[in-house]
């Protein structure tokens, strides 16, 4: 059993950053690839990133590409998103995610959710 708890988010003006982080509880942190989801308003949740048990690899939804980097510290049990260059349309709630393979994109095949974090960006 996983739990995850984003904090970071908040109101952004347009071209700022945030820092979100996911705090997980549980002994198979170190053995879960993380993701990162987002859902704004009437849509469905979608990919932002997603990085590799040891935190050597990374992929990225090509809207956030450029803009946005994931890493994580397995000693702390945490799994950060740098957020930079931040447009309105980036305002959604974000969800950390526990996933058994890197590979895994999709909402459906992710193990574990944290509750979410709202990130609000201002034009």
């Known amino acids: 059993q996983v739990q995850l708890v984003e904090s970071g988010g908040g109101l952004v003006q347009a071209g700022g950053s945030l820092r979100l982080s996911c705090v997980a509880s549980g002994r198979t942190f170190g053995n879960s690839a993380m993701d990162w989801f987002r859902q704004a308003p009437g849509k469905e949740r979608e990919f932002v990133a997603a990085?590799?048990?040891?935190?050597?690899?990374?992929n990225y939804a090509d809207s956030v590409k450029g803009r946005f980097t994931v890493s994580r510290d397995n000693a702390k049990n945490t799994v950060y998103l740098q957020m930079n260059s931040l447009k309105p349309e980036d305002t959604a709630v974000y969800y950390c995610a526990a996933a058994s393979l890197f590979e895994f994109t999709e909402a459906n095949q992710m193990d574990y959710w944290g509750t979410g974090t709202l990130v609000t960006v201002s034009s």
């Open positions: 990085i590799t048990r040891s935190g050597r690899s990374a």
